[in-house]
């Protein structure tokens, strides 16, 4: 593939635009300044230098991003900054998206990328994903609580009773709450149903796939296929 194909692929611009960025020096492979946007070369492994930023050819980017607090997940958000403002400037480019929505106050892992079938795939009700959160009460966890979510809680516009996969108490107002829908704001009806009212919301793990605890809030990584497997909850 030649160059300047490549580095429109992962987001460096147009054609033209990836064409200067060579010509003008700002690119380099092996430590070697490019000065020619059609080289070809094979772009599996590849990796090269942008401006003295290195970066690994992906045909397709996978991203996981500890979300903090009073960020919206939206490309057009309307009262508090974008989370993809969070992202270098080539994977806003690419497009990604998120899988799923976390509120502008839930804080924790948020998938990213331009797979529309793995966006389905994690959204779908069929496949039963878990998404696993730190739920924060107001009032004190009681056993009742936990047995009405593991039982089912009655929600507006909801025809049948919403059950929660898991639950356990970890400290006096503090639950690990596990779901495998993706309702509109579902854990925060299903504790206000259930009786109590969420304080604080974090996203812990979806699938086998755990937040890292060296990611930062605002922070950002790539993921691999092991975890793109404990993602879809494949067999090992």
Request: proline share 6%.
């Amino acid at each position: 593939m030649q160059l300047d194909r490549i580095l429109q692929s992962q987001g460096f611009g147009s054609r033209k635009e990836c064409r200067g960025l060579v010509r003008h020096g700002f690119v380099r492979i092996g430590g070697e300044e490019m000065d020619d946007p059609f080289v070809e070369l094979d772009p599996q492994g590849l990796e090269f230098e942008v401006d003295g930023e290195l970066w690994q050819y992906r045909e397709v980017a996978y991203l996981m991003l500890h979300k903090p607090g009073g960020y919206e997940v939206s490309h057009k958000p309307k009262h508090h900054p974008s989370v993809f403002s969070l992202l270098p400037t080539p994977l806003r480019e690419r497009g990604v998206q998120a899988v799923g929505r976390l509120d502008e106050d839930t804080t924790g892992m948020l998938i990213l990328t331009e797979d529309g079938q793995l966006i389905h795939q994690l959204s779908s009700p069929k496949r039963a994903i878990p998404k696993v959160y730190q739920v924060t009460l107001k009032h004190p966890a009681t056993p009742e609580l936990v047995s009405a979510l593991l039982a089912g809680v009655e929600l507006h516009d909801e025809p049948a009773p919403v059950v929660a996969a898991g639950c356990e108490i970890i400290e006096e107002c503090l639950l690990r709450l596990t779901i495998t829908g993706g309702k509109y704001h579902q854990v925060k009806r299903m504790i206000g149903a259930a009786g109590n009212r969420v304080e604080a919301l974090h996203r812990n793990a979806i699938g086998r796939l755990e937040l890292p605890t060296d990611l930062a809030p605002g922070k950002w990584r790539w993921l691999s296929d092991t975890d793109l497997a404990a993602l879809r909850c494949d067999e090992a």
